[in-house]
């Protein structure tokens, strides 16, 4: 059975940072691309940070361009979201999701978080002084 299972949040002040985990089990991710998403209390899922199955499309909200990183190890079968100088308006659960409707090996990197068939259950990041 596939999971995603997302780790790594936690309370860190303003401008520092948290590295959050996709472990992913059931399934190896190498030819598939990854997302992340974020919800906010009573605002809907928005879309952060995309990466498809080699590298060569990443996508990132304009909200974190240049503060988050998309990464994945295929050994350990699991993605990262490196994010640094947090703000308080990061704050928020985090989810990584997978599609494989597309196949393998397939040139996308959605930023629609309806495109994504396989979700963790998320991780909460608080940043507050």
């Known amino acids: 059975q596939m999971q995603l299972v997302e780790s790594g949040g936690g309370l860190v002040q303003p401008g520092g940072s948290l590295r959050l985990s996709c472990a992913v089990s059931?399934?190896?991710?190498?030819?598939?691309?990854i997302g992340w998403f974020r919800q906010a209390p009573g605002k809907e899922r928005e879309f952060v940070a995309a990466?498809?199955?080699?590298?060569?499309?990443?996508y990132y909200a304009h909200s974190v361009k240049g503060r988050f990183t998309i990464a994945r190890d295929n050994a350990k079968n699991t993605v990262y979201l490196q994010m640094n100088s947090l703000k308080p308006e990061d704050t928020a659960v985090y989810f990584c999701?997978?599609?494989?409707?597309?196949?393998?090996?397939?040139?996308?990197?959605?930023?629609?978080?309806?495109?994504?068939?396989?979700w963790g259950q998320g991780t909460q990041v608080t940043v507050s002084s």
């Open positions: 059931g399934f190896t991710l190498d030819y598939y691309p």
């Open positions: 999701a997978t599609q494989l409707r597309y196949g393998p090996e397939c040139p996308r990197a959605d930023v629609e978080a309806y495109e994504y068939e396989h």
């Open positions: 990466r498809n199955w080699n590298g060569d499309i990443t």
